[in-house]
């Protein structure tokens, strides 16, 4: 009798053990289950970040980019602030290539700086693309031409005959009357482009009172 009743105890002990294993399998496999669920889960969401990250690298901004000035806010920006070597740089820039973008800045420095050599340059840079927005200030530069340097009264002479700026006349008379010889042979050059009878019977004159030695007078014949 013993031993059926230990071979009952046995047994139910053995279910006991046996149901207790499957409900732990159970568990660990519904638990694996979960981890593989939120493994793939998680690398959908790196494939989607991934994704995404990507497309906005390539994609362009629409938002214009506040540090990046144009071109012409940098020339600008040159011209009224920038040292005399930068100015120049840009003025044989805009010679070289034929621009006019900045002229309006140019114009307006032309009166106001204290720099000798970017006048110049300004006056060869709007004689060469015949812009003439600077003549009243190149008049008023002749009627008080002591206070600027040869260079300066040679430009502006030039910049007279390109324009072919009537006002300047009685100035290039006067230089050629005077014989003054730092802009005489420029003056002549100029005089025969503005090219009027009266400035030409002027250059007959000025070559009748000249030495028949002179150079200059090769000059005249070629304006006349």
Known sequence: MKKVFLALIFSAISVALFAD????????TASDSADVSDTL?????????????????????????????????ERRETINYGLESDILQLIQELNKNEDSSV???????????????????????????KVSSISADVVKMFENMDAYSKQEIN???SFAGELKLNDTLPFLNSIISEKQSDYLENAIIALGK???????????EAYQNIDEEDEKKEVIIKEA
């Open 155 to 157: 430009a502006l002479i």
């Open 21 to 28: 294993s499957i409900q732990t399998g159970e568990k660990n």
């Open 194 to 204: 503005i090219g009027s009878e009266d400035e030409l019977l002027h250059l007959i």
């Open 41 to 73: 889960e998680t690398k959908n969401t790196n494939k989607e970040d991934t994704h995404s990250s990507k497309a906005s690298d390539t994609e362009p901004s629409n938002k214009p980019d506040e540090n990046v000035k144009s071109v012409d806010e």
């Open 103 to 129: 002229n309006d800045a140019l114009a307006t420095i032309f009166s106001t700086t204290a720099q000798s050599a970017v006048r110049i340059a300004i006056l060869e840079l709007f004689a060469s693309q």
